[in-house]
């Protein structure tokens, strides 16, 4: 099995880190690279106080060099919407291995991303959603093809493991 280059991309601030720590442990149970990336160097700040090191600037990204990314939400996510870099790399990478959860996946809707894919989504951004074409079902976890999406971190451990599958065991 070869070794699979995952980027997760996380909010300077206000991320779940339960949910990066278990996509994080989940892929590299299976012998993949996780990068972290971020709007900023340094280090980004989860709701529970924990810190995690951002490696790397989203603008900095490579997209042919990684073969899966997740797009974590939070209260901090909301700097993505508006970002220039962050609205280019959703939409570059919308044909890779990709999950999101909560806020993020108004980012994939931002960068017509979900267009004709089911996905699901906190109850505030359904309507963003559907108006980039995409079919929000508001369940805990939706996988369709390639893209993983959660509507928050209470499936943090199933959303890690659909993201494994969708990178490739």
Not at 54 to 65: A, F, G, H, M, W
Not at 103 to 129: M, S
Not at 137 to 165: C, H, I, M, S, W
């Amino acid at each position: 099995m070869a070794q699979k280059k995952v980027v997760a991309v996380i909010p300077y601030r206000g991320f779940d880190g339960n949910v990066y720590r278990a996509v994080r442990q989940t892929l590299e149970r299976r012998s993949h690279q996780v990068v972290t990336a971020g709007l900023f160097p340094g280090a980004a700040e989860a709701t529970d106080g924990s810190t995690v090191p951002v490696e790397l600037r989203l603008r900095d990204i490579k997209t042919y060099q990684y073969d899966g990314y997740v797009l974590l939400g939070g209260e901090g996510a909301r700097a993505f919407l508006d970002n220039p870099d962050a609205r280019k790399l959703a939409k570059d990478v919308s044909h890779r291995a990709v999950g999101a959860t909560g806020e993020a996946v108004a980012l994939l809707a931002l960068a017509e991303a979900v267009k004709r894919k089911r996905v699901t989504a906190p109850a505030g951004w359904a309507g963003l959603v559907r108006s980039h074409g995409g079919q929000c079902t508001g369940r805990p976890l939706e996988v369709y093809e390639k893209l993983v999406t959660a509507k928050d971190g209470e499936v943090a451990e199933q959303f890690a493991n659909a993201v494994a599958e969708a990178v490739g065991s």
